[in-house]
Every structure is written in C-alpha cells, then in structure tokens.
C-alpha cells in the first residue's frame, strides 16, 4: 500500500492564519490576497499533491480570490479529510489482510 504523505496539522493551521491575516488590514488586505492567492495554492499542491491537492489548490485560489471567503480554513480542512480517508483505507486493508489469513492463503 503506497504512504501519501500528511502534512503537520499545525503547518495547514499556519497557513490558514496566514490567509485570514489579509482580514487585519482593511484596504491592503484585498490587494494582498490578490498577491496570496497563487502563492497559496502553488503550496497547497506542493503540501497534498495528487487529485486532493488539484481540487484543494483551485479551490484555495477561488477562496483566497474572492472577498470575503478567506474565512474557510482550506489547508485544516484538506488536512482532516487526508487524515479520514487515510484511515479508511488502512482499516480495509487490515481488513483484507484478515481475510487472507482466515483464509489461510
């Protein structure tokens, strides 16, 4: 079974902070998420790769884009769904592997 690689829980709450911090300063912050945005999504699909980090780094753009969407805590909420659907698949594969000895093959 191949290891997908998780990125610390506390680097994807940093990096949602850091897209919240535009809220800090009211007439630069749009202007800064304008500079944010492709940055963020670059290391979004830098930190979850695969069709996880497709989807998260398009979505990460659009959210930090946007006015008034820099809300959602993207890389937090990527990180929990890496982290769910890891267990998951390890939990079938204990699975299988239980079978097979039942089995006896």
Do not use: H
């Not at 998260?56 to 769910?84: A, C, H, Q």
């Not at 659907?85 to 093959?105: C, D, F, H, M, N």
Request: aromatic share 14%; with cysteine.
């Amino acid at each position: 079974m191949e290891r997908r690689f998780t990125p610390a829980l506390w680097t994807c709450v940093v990096m949602d902070l850091i897209g919240c911090a535009s809220y800090t300063v009211p007439v630069l912050g749009e202007v800064s998420d304008v500079i944010w945005a492709p940055i963020s999504a670059i290391i979004f699909y830098r930190m979850f790769g695969s069709s996880l980090g497709a989807f998260g780094s398009v979505f990460n753009f659009m959210e930090e884009l946007f006015p008034g969407l820099d809300f959602i805590p993207t890389f937090t909420l990527s990180w929990v769904v890496r982290k769910v659907t890891q267990s998951i698949r390890e939990r079938k594969t204990a699975q299988k592997v239980r079978r097979y000895k039942v089995a006896g093959l």
